[in-house]
């Protein structure tokens, strides 16, 4: 089994996206998710992480960092994102509807509508001066 807990701090520049998606799909292979469930793991940091570098930091993050933690639960992996930028919870948002015709859908929304859709859960939190989105995808399902 993988180690408890493992961390990766990578800076605010879409550049970085990739080293935390390897990351976590080396964690998600080390603790058994079958293929489908890593790439649900990958896309949903990717998508998290453009976010948090797109309109958290407004593509200002150069000095800002992004960290991407890792833990195993019994039957599950937990993959928390933290960020330094202003408070956002983008849970708190209305989903997209996806039924729409395409002319009628709206044009934000879908990045944290398919993380939602890709991960068993995800919780938002403030701790201090930092935004966590913790999400879970559970082993063996």
Avoid at 38 to 60: F, M, R, W
Avoid at 80 to 103: C, K, Q, S, V, W
């Amino acid at each position: 089994m993988y180690p408890h807990e493992n961390r990766l701090t990578i800076m605010g520049r879409l550049d970085e996206i990739a080293r935390a998606r390897d990351f976590v799909t080396a964690v998600a292979r080390q603790v058994g998710l079958n293929e489908k469930a890593v790439h649900h793991c990958a896309l949903a940091v990717d998508e998290t992480c453009t976010n948090i570098i797109e309109h958290g930091y407004q593509h200002q993050g150069h000095d800002k960092s992004i960290e991407i933690i890792c833990w195993v639960e019994p039957v599950k992996l937990i993959i928390t994102i933290r960020d330094e930028g202003p408070a956002f919870n983008p849970l708190l948002h209305d989903d997209p509807d996806p039924t729409a015709d395409l002319e009628e859908r709206e044009h934000g929304g879908w990045g944290i509508y398919f993380v939602k859709e890709f991960m068993d859960q995800v919780i938002y939190s403030r701790d201090g001066n930092y935004n966590q989105l913790t999400m879970s995808k559970k082993i063996g399902a």
